[in-house]
């Protein structure tokens, strides 16, 4: 199939790499030329610009950072919008809010493109393995057309239905209950440290029996080592997704107070200089509210 994908950062080049493992026709782009030239040396090709890398494609994936990266690519003159070609499929795999992704979906039916939301599920790591899931939405035709390249970019897929915005939401829901596990991880290492615990016990503990769950292995152990410089996902990433669930909350009428404690150990994360560490660095702010080093 012939593939373009736009944001090459750590989990748009490993996704890159999957699908030049699968055998797909692979043009990318990046603002920043440099990040593609491994890719270029595996057999994909560079473009110079958006509009280079949506001319002649069937799918265009992007794996932007945010809802203003993803306008601007999509929905600039000579972006995604006014570049691919009609029929094709524009693949939005990035954390968005319901509201963009609703935007995108109209354009796209206008320009007689097709939209489908597939955000992903997992770290950087777990693409390498293939374990990677995708959430995907958005008309059937189109899903069937990508099936093989989210084949090759991870291990499981679950549809969401015709409605993008529905993938999107389901994504936000995620990340919201995965931010309440770390938050509630760092209180409970918090109260074990207290006691002179060693933190990697209550890591056994909790991950051998009660939650035997990739999260809990993978975050509690980031936690009860401390290893917080070992980034799959940022505390700024973390605080843009949870301000992303706080607004589909808002508009839809749910209350959430958890997520607004979560959000709030994340601001507390950045004002302490941690913003580009990795997000279960919250619970080094539970630390902090405990009197803990």
Same mark, same amino acid.
């Given at each position: 199939?012939?593939?373009?994908?736009?944001?090459?950062?750590?989990?748009?080049?490993?996704?890159?790499?999957?699908?030049?493992?699968?055998?797909?026709?692979?043009?990318? /782009?990046?603002?920043?030329?440099?990040?593609?030239?491994?890719?270029?040396?595996?057999? +994909?090709?560079?473009?110079?610009?958006?509009?280079?890398?949506?001319?002649?494609?069937?799918?265009?994936?992007?794996?932007?950072?945010?809802?203003?990266?993803?306008?601007?690519?999509? &929905?600039?003159?000579? *972006?995604?919008?006014?570049?691919?070609?009609? *029929?094709?499929?524009?693949?939005?795999?990035?954390?968005?809010?319901?509201?963009?992704?609703?935007?995108?979906?109209?354009?796209?039916?206008?320009? @007689?493109?097709? =939209?489908?939301?597939?955000?992903?599920?997992?770290?950087?790591?777990?693409?390498?393995?293939?374990?990677? *899931?995708?959430?995907? +939405?958005?008309?059937?035709?189109?899903?069937?057309?990508?099936?093989?390249? =989210?084949?090759?970019?991870? *291990?499981?897929?679950?549809?969401?239905?015709?409605?993008?915005?529905?993938?999107?939401?389901?994504?936000?829901?995620?990340?919201?209950?995965?931010?309440?596990?770390?938050?509630?991880?760092?209180?409970?290492?918090? &109260? +074990?440290?207290?006691?002179?615990?060693?933190?990697?016990?209550?890591?056994?503990?909790?991950?051998?029996?009660? =939650?035997?769950?990739?999260?809990?292995?993978? /975050?509690?152990?980031?936690?009860?080592?401390?290893?917080?410089?070992?980034?799959?996902?940022?505390? @700024?990433?973390?605080?843009?997704?949870?301000?992303?669930?706080?607004?589909?909350?808002?508009?839809?009428?749910?209350?959430?107070?958890?997520?607004? &404690?979560?959000?709030?150990?994340?601001?507390?994360?950045?004002?302490? #200089?941690? #913003?580009?560490?990795?997000?279960?660095?919250?619970?080094?702010?539970?630390?902090?509210?405990?009197?803990?080093?």
């Amino acid at each position: 199939m012939k593939v373009g994908l736009i944001g090459l950062g750590r989990m748009g080049t490993a996704m890159a790499r999957r699908v030049l493992a699968g055998g797909h026709d692979l043009i990318v /782009y990046n603002r920043t030329p440099q990040k593609a030239a491994g890719l270029v040396q595996a057999g +994909a090709r560079a473009a110079a610009s958006v509009g280079a890398a949506c001319a002649g494609r069937e799918m265009l994936i992007t794996m932007v950072a945010d809802d203003a990266a993803l306008r601007d690519v999509a &929905l600039s003159s000579g *972006g995604v919008r006014d570049s691919l070609p009609a *029929g094709a499929v524009h693949v939005a795999m990035g954390t968005h809010g319901v509201a963009a992704i609703r935007a995108l979906d109209a354009a796209h039916v206008e320009a @007689r493109q097709n =939209f489908v939301a597939a955000p992903v599920l997992g770290r950087p790591e777990a693409v390498d393995a293939g374990k990677l *899931g995708i959430v995907t +939405a958005g008309p059937a035709g189109a899903l069937a057309a990508c099936a093989p390249v =989210f084949g090759a970019i991870g *291990g499981r897929v679950f549809n969401a239905g015709r409605k993008p915005e529905s993938a999107a939401a389901i994504k936000l829901a995620n990340n919201f209950v995965l931010a309440c596990c770390i938050e509630a991880m760092g209180e409970a290492f918090a &109260l +074990a440290r207290k006691y002179e615990v060693a933190p990697m016990l209550l890591f056994e503990v909790l991950t051998e029996g009660l =939650f035997a769950a990739p999260a809990y292995k993978t /975050y509690g152990s980031i936690i009860a080592e401390e290893r917080y410089d070992h980034v799959g996902f940022t505390a @700024r990433l973390g605080l843009k997704d949870t301000n992303l669930v706080l607004a589909a909350a808002e508009s839809a009428g749910v209350p959430l107070p958890s997520a607004n &404690l979560v959000r709030d150990r994340l601001l507390g994360a950045i004002a302490h #200089g941690d #913003g580009d560490r990795d997000w279960s660095v919250i619970a080094r702010e539970q630390a902090r509210a405990s009197g803990l080093d």
